[in-house]
Nanobody
Framework: QVQLVESGGGSVQAGGSLRLSCAAS????????MGWFRQAPGKERECVAA????????YYADSVKGRFTISRDNAKNTVYLQMNNLKPEDTAVYYC??????????????????WGQGTQVTVSS
């Protein structure tokens, strides 16, 4: 059974940094695409970053490009999202997700079949 457990959320001031972690278990994830999504109140869930586990190929939403970095640690089966220069508009619940339904990086939430429980990130101005 696939399990994704996020950690690292919290409250920071604008300009600050946080690192989210997603510990993955239950499968070998080398053929998976891993994504970080966020959902703010009243807004749709959006993919902010994704990574192909096998190749390390990454994707970033325009809104976070240059500020967020996604990475994975094969030994720890963990995916990270380093978030720098945080802005109030980054405030949301952040979710880790995994999919084995695609070879290339995909961004629609409906294409991801495993989800973590989410972790709150709050950025104050």
């Amino acid at each position: 059974q696939v399990q994704l457990v996020e950690s690292g959320g919290g409250s920071v001031q604008a300009g600050g940094s946080l690192r989210l972690s997603c510990a993955a278990s239950g499968r070998t994830f080398s053929s998976y695409v891993m994504g970080w999504f966020r959902q703010a109140p009243g807004k749709e869930r959006e993919c902010v970053a994704a990574i192909r586990w096998s190749s390390g190929t990454t994707y970033y939403a325009d809104s976070v490009k240059g500020r967020f970095t996604i990475s994975r640690d094969n030994a720890k089966n963990t995916v990270y999202l380093q978030m720098n220069n945080l802005k109030p508009e980054d405030t949301a619940v952040y979710y880790c997700a995994a999919t084995n339904r695609a070879i290339a990086i995909v961004t629609p939430p409906k294409l991801y079949n495993y989800w973590g429980q989410g972790t709150q990130v709050t950025v104050s101005s």
